[in-house]
């Protein structure tokens, strides 16, 4: 698992190296089936200004039992609204994250010959604890990306989580 570091209290940034061309990533962070493999379902996104809504349902990414502390994520399945902010195909997506504290985060892909440099950015997060938390969350999702592009199991999502949040604390 690879992590990423806090370049400012409020904001996250997570690098990951991923073995697939660039429009192959780009279409696991549009397409809303594809994207409901390794973080969040919902409404394809296509364009600068469109609203949106996703699904969290972690049981559709994984069938461990979630830790205590996400427990309702078992079987739960948990809507979200959001604005895409850029839109850029294949290059660049940012959306808006939450519905009361909205944050920003920026998907910026690089093309790397086969390969693809994921910059993850993660801004405007209201608290030090909710960035340990997003980050956690974000490594554990873009490890089960980095899977899923590679054609390995990717059964360890919550796993990844705990390890994910463990690196973390007192890191931000």
Known sequence: MELGRFAAPDTFVLERRLKAPVERVWSYFVDGEKRARWFAGGDTLSAAGQAFSILFAHHRITDETPPERWAAM????????????????????????????????????????????????????????????????WTAHVETLAGLLEGKPTNRFWASVLAAHEAYEGAA
């Open 74 to 137: 078992k079987n739960g399945e948990f809507p979200m609204a959001g604005r895409v902010l850029a839109f850029d195909p294949p290059r660049l997506l940012t959306i808006t994250f939450g519905e009361e504290n909205v944050s920003e985060v920026s998907f910026a892909l690089t093309a790397m010959g086969d390969e693809t440099l994921l910059t993850l950015t993660h801004t405007k997060i209201e608290t030090e604890k909710a960035a340990r938390d997003y980050a956690g969350g």
